[in-house]
């Protein structure tokens, strides 16, 4: 028997569909195939010692047919697999309890054909080694028959070697599909992760994009008036000193660059409150807390009216995963928010 195979990888092209077992063309085959071997059976009736025998046999392998051409991911389900050997050996059984022991035998043996066929989608559908074993007791079985007929050993050989034949060319040709699918399949995983590439590039230069844009926003109106050579009133000075904490904040508090908290900052700026606004984390704000985190610094914003506001979001696996510290003439406060669920 071969090792368990792998499954395939959900989605990927395996010899099943490249078989096209979905298709009204496999459906077409099969009902050849059927048809095929009841003729047989019918054609030979005459010739054998227990026609019902062999009528229960065609009636098997019919089965075995329909089982093996299921449409189904590889490798082939383990429990069909094996009632597919069944069939094998019992219909060979009945045929051979069917046969005469003398004459012409003409199309009788047409469970060897039949039976290979389904060993053949078994090592197409990679169970090779299963497919083997049932074609090794078919050629056994055909051998003890021969010998007990009278007919000899090497007669049974003789009548089943064509399908070890077959069995063979069926493993070369299964290795040689099973190749071939797996370069269909690396290249679309290739086409995939290139796809997602160039997604996750344009996403990024969305964002530089956007983040240009907001930076243009904010500094392009304070170069020109410094540009200008005008003289520069208090109040333009101090709108001058808030854009440069807010480009500060961009860079140093970037997780914390967020509308709310970019208003409530400024707002507290414009009341002489030095807000500092700092991110250890270095990821996205975890999406159970934002919100929390969100009112508790502006809120803490809002309330100061002056000294300064120390915003930090803490590195990740801290015990809190925010702390602001609020300090005025008189007091200093420090808020924590717990991490919670965020890990």
Do not use: K
């Not at 050997?85 to 046969?99: K, N």
């Not at 001058?240 to 900052?265: F, K, M, N």
């Not at 602001?324 to 003439?329: E, F, G, L, P, Y």
């Amino acid at each position: 028997m071969s090792a368990p195979a792998p499954a395939a990888r959900p989605g990927a092209t395996d010899i099943s569909r490249l078989l096209g077992l979905h298709t009204q063309g496999a459906r077409l085959i099969l009902g050849v195939y059927i048809a095929s071997n009841l003729m047989f059976v019918a054609s030979t009736a005459d010739l054998l010692d227990q026609v019902w025998a062999s009528y229960l046999a065609v009636a098997l392998v019919t089965a075995g047919g329909i089982l093996v051409t299921r449409p189904h991911p590889d490798p082939f389900p383990i429990r069909q697999t094996w009632v597919t050997l069944a069939i094998v050996v019992a219909s060979t059984a009945l045929v051979c309890y069917a046969l005469p022991d003398a004459g012409s035998l003409g199309r009788s043996t047409w469970y060897l054909g039949a039976n290979t066929w389904l060993l053949w989608f078994l090592i197409l559908r990679r169970r090779a080694g299963y497919a083997w074993a049932g074609g090794l007791a078919m050629l056994l079985e055909t051998m003890l028959w021969a010998a007990t007929s009278g007919r000899g050993v090497l007669y049974g050989i003789t009548l089943a070697s064509a399908q070890v034949l077959l069995l063979l060319i069926a493993t070369l040709f299964g290795g040689a599909l099973r190749r071939s699918t797996a370069r269909i399949n690396g290249l679309a995983q290739r086409s995939v992760d290139a796809a997602a590439a160039a997604s996750a590039s344009e996403a990024a230069r969305a964002v530089q994009d956007q983040r240009a844009d907001e930076l243009a926003s904010v500094v392009v109106p304070a170069l020109s008036l410094i540009a200008s050579g005008a003289v520069l009133t208090d109040a333009q000075r101090d709108d001058l000193v808030r854009v440069e904490a807010q480009l500060r904040d961009s860079v140093r508090g970037r997780g914390l660059a967020l509308p709310p908290i970019v208003a409530a900052a400024t707002r507290a700026r414009s009341r002489g409150v030095a807000v500092t606004l700092l991110d250890d984390r270095g990821a996205p704000l975890p999406e159970t807390q934002a919100d929390a985190i969100v009112d508790a610094v502006s809120g803490a914003l809002d309330a100061a009216l002056e000294g300064t506001v120390t915003v930090r979001l803490l590195p990740p696996r801290r015990d809190e995963v925010l702390t602001i510290v609020s300090q005025d003439a008189t007091d200093i406060r420090r808020v924590a928010l717990p991490r919670g669920v965020d890990r």
